[in-house]
């Protein structure tokens, strides 16, 4: 009995697999630059929490950018 429901359990993991390569396979996409490739792959992928924490983190590092009208009218 074991054997059977080893046996059937096997094939339907067969079947999905050809299915979703059948799927990734039709979807064929294209990006302009890296960043839509990004962005997309984001909405697809769930980053760990321990990334997220790296990435808050290096960008609290950088040092804020000051605007042009205050460096055209600072005073010298």
């Known amino acids: ?11 339907e993991t067969e079947q999905n697999l050809n299915e979703m390569q059948k799927q990734v396979k039709n979807e064929v996409l294209e990006f ?6 990004i962005r997309y792959d984001l909405n ?23 605007p042009f009208w205050k460096r055209l009218f600072k005073k010298q």
């Open 44 to 66: 697809k992928v769930e980053l760990p929490e321990t990334l997220w924490d790296r990435i808050r983190k290096s960008i609290s590092e950088i040092p804020a950018s000051v």
């Open 1 to 11: 009995m074991k054997k059977e429901q080893l046996k059937k359990v096997t094939q």
């Open 32 to 37: 302009n630059t890296v960043e839509e490739l």
